[in-house]
């Protein structure tokens, strides 16, 4: 069984870098035939997909998010991670890991989530 | 604005169905076979109900049924039980942002 656990701060001020990282066990991010998601949800509000990673380093991002973010691998230590640059309150929301399956996007696995607060 | 477009609300009485549409384009919804259900209870994450239009993964129940006409999809949830309270939201590949999510539907069991 495939699970998936978001790590970092929940506090993160304006301006500043959001950092999270998502750990997953049960299954090797290595063996292929998977995306690695982040997906956010601002408070009461619906999902937004904010971008993927292969094993292999290769990224897609939303378009609205793409100058401000960064998703990383770690394979070394089955981890996926997510940077979000120049913060403000409306990246408040909380954000999800999942995995996507390697042809259409279906996030079949999720993480429970964590809320982020963008507040000084 | 989400690129789908759901109603915000549904609601209907145990036993009965109820079907919750999706709406997009031909650059999405109605351009590929690629359109996903999730279901999430409050304070949880979403769960994944439907994927390809049509499809359950193993272990989601048969009275969740999807389909597709056009630019919009469709879930329908048979035979209504008190636990299918949630918000429902659909998902389409899109060939210009490649994932796109509907604003999602609060379902109601009365």
């Known amino acids: 069984q495939v699970q998936l656990q978001e790590s970092g701060p929940g506090l993160v001020k304006p301006s500043q870098t959001l950092s999270l990282t998502c750990t997953v066990s049960?299954?090797?991010?290595?063996?292929?035939?998977?995306?690695w998601s982040w997906i956010r949800q601002h408070p009461g509000k619906g999902l937004e997909w904010i971008g993927y990673?292969?094993?292999?380093?290769?990224?897609y991002y939303n378009p609205s998010l793409k100058s401000r973010v960064t998703i990383s691998v770690d394979t070394s230590k089955n981890q996926f991670s997510l940077k979000l640059s120049s913060v403000t309150a409306a990246d408040t929301a909380v954000y999800y890991c999942?995995?996507?399956?390697?042809?259409?996007?279906?996030?079949?696995?999720w993480g429970q989530g964590t809320l982020v607060t963008v507040s000084s | 604005q989400s690129a789908l477009t759901q109603p915000a609300s549904v609601s209907g009485s145990p036993g009965q169905s109820i079907t919750i549409s999706c709406t997009g384009t031909s650059s999405d919804v109605g351009g590929y076979n690629y359109v996903s259900w999730y279901q999430q209870h409050p304070g949880k994450a979403p769960k994944l109900m439907i994927y390809e239009v049509s499809n359950r993964p193993s272990g989601v129940s048969n009275r969740f049924s999807g389909s597709k006409s056009g630019n919009t999809a469709s879930l329908t949830i048979s035979g209504l039980q008190a636990e299918d309270e949630a918000d429902y939201y659909c998902?389409?590949?899109?060939?210009?942002?490649?994932?796109?999510f509907g604003g999602g539907t609060k379902l109601t069991v009365l």
């Open positions: 999942a995995r996507v399956s390697g042809g259409p996007p279906n996030a079949d696995y």
């Open positions: 049960g299954g090797s991010i290595s063996s292929g035939g998977y995306y």
């Open positions: 990673i292969y094993y292999s380093g290769s990224t």
């Open positions: 998902s389409s590949y899109t060939s210009s942002v490649s994932w796109v």
